[in-house]
C-alpha cells in the first residue's frame, strides 16, 4: 500500500473523512507554526515530523474537500513549471512581480 492510501485508511478509520475541513485547516496552521519554529531552533527532527504532518494534514483536507490530492498538486506544478523569476533577499520573485 502507499503512503497516500495509508492516510486515507488511516483518517476514515478515525472519521476524519467526514469532519468539518476548517477545522482541518485550523491544524495545518498549528502545523506550520511548528515548521516555522523547527527552522528557527534550527531543530531538524522536528523540521521533518513538521514536514510530514503538514503533508498528512494536507491530504486528509483533501478527502474532506472531496479533491484528489494528486490532482491539485499536478495543477500547481503546471502552473509554475515554466515560471521565470528571480532570487530577491532569499526569495523566488515571479518575472511579472518585478
Known sequence: MDINNAIKRW???RGLDKAEPSKQMLK??????????????GKKDLIIDSLGDIY???Y??????KLDFETCVEI???EIKDRKGIMKNG????EKDL
Open 56 to 58: 498528512v494534514v494536507l
Open 28 to 41: 495545518l496552521i498549528e502545523e506550520v507554526g511548528e515548521l516555522a519554529s523547527g527552522i528557527a531552533k
Open 91 to 94: 526569495v523566488f520573485v515571479k
Open 76 to 78: 500547481a506544478y503546471d
Open 11 to 13: 483518517a476514515i478509520n
Open 60 to 65: 486528509i483536507l483533501s478527502i474532506q474537500l
